[in-house]
T-cell receptor
Framework: ETGVTQSPTHLIKTRGQQVTLRCSSQ?????VSWYQQALGQGPQFIFQ???????GRGNFPPRFSGLQFPNYSSELNVNALELDDSALYLC??????????????FGPGTRLTVT | DAKTTQPPSMDCAEGRAANLPCNHS???????VYWYRQIHSQGPQYIIH???NNETNEMASLIITEDRKSSTLILPHATLRDTAVYYC???????????FGEGTQLTVNP
């Protein structure tokens, strides 16, 4: 158990809809990263949030957006869902001190199915 | 971040040591080697990381060669619950992302 929680556990959406996924970070952590993991592949970095601002982004279109709140929890929003967005979405929290970023601890993930 | 190369699969007998290799020949001086594992459909689990010295914790040992171009993760007494995909990742301290490759599917057999 890492102390990182995600909700919901599973979600089914229709193509074109919008979805919001939530993540609560581990106590003492101030940074949240989001990853997408398609079936049979390794996780792919979407973006990271630190001090409520985006701090690094992977190769994902603008319809993937996020928020970080003052309590360090985070949301991932995906607009105009496509079938290829079906995946396991993972949240990871970590501690950042100055320019140094420490190990990331992952939550259990949200399984999104787009039909 | 430097690229890593791992064998796609390995087998190990229960109770024996599992030695998982990783090549990272383009690693930079300030980049760490991280190991994570992922049991089917669960979130990746942090195992251990190191810069140049060998490291040990309650889960595993990490041996990094002197030139830092390769490393080995050692699970001293593998159990069936250690069956998972193991990822070797190189990341600098200021980097925001973990770049996952294909990893090694370790299967521990009874």
């Amino acid at each position: 158990e890492t102390g990182v929680t995600q909700s919901p556990t599973h979600l089914i959406k229709t193509r074109g809809q919008q979805v919001t996924l939530r993540c609560s970070s581990q106590s003492g952590h101030n940074t949240v990263s989001w990853y997408q993991q398609a079936l049979g592949q390794g996780p792919q970095f979407i973006f990271q949030y630190y001090r409520e601002e985006e701090n690094g982004r992977g190769n994902f279109p603008p319809r993937f957006s996020g928020l970080q709140f003052p309590n360090y929890s985070s949301e991932l929003n995906v607009n105009a869902l496509e079938l290829d967005d079906s995946a396991l979405y993972l949240c990871a929290s970590s501690l950042r001190m100055g320019a140094s970023s420490y190990e990331q601890y992952f939550g259990p993930g949200t399984r999104l199915t787009v039909t | 971040d430097a690229k890593t190369t791992q064998p796609p699969s390995m087998d190990c007998a229960e109770g024996r040591a599992a030695n998982l290799p990783c090549n990272h020949s383009t690693i930079s001086g300030n980049e760490y080697v991280y190991w994570y594992r992922q049991i089917h459909s669960q979130g990746p689990q942090y195992i251990i990381h190191g810069l140049k010295n060998n490291e040990t914790n309650e889960m595993a040992s990490l041996i990094i060669t002197e030139d830092r171009k390769s490393s080995t993760l050692i699970l001293p007494h593998a159990t069936l619950r250690d069956t998972a995909v193991y990822y070797c990742i190189v990341k600098g301290t200021s980097g925001s992302r973990l770049t996952f490759g294909e990893g090694t599917q370790l299967t521990v057999n009874p």
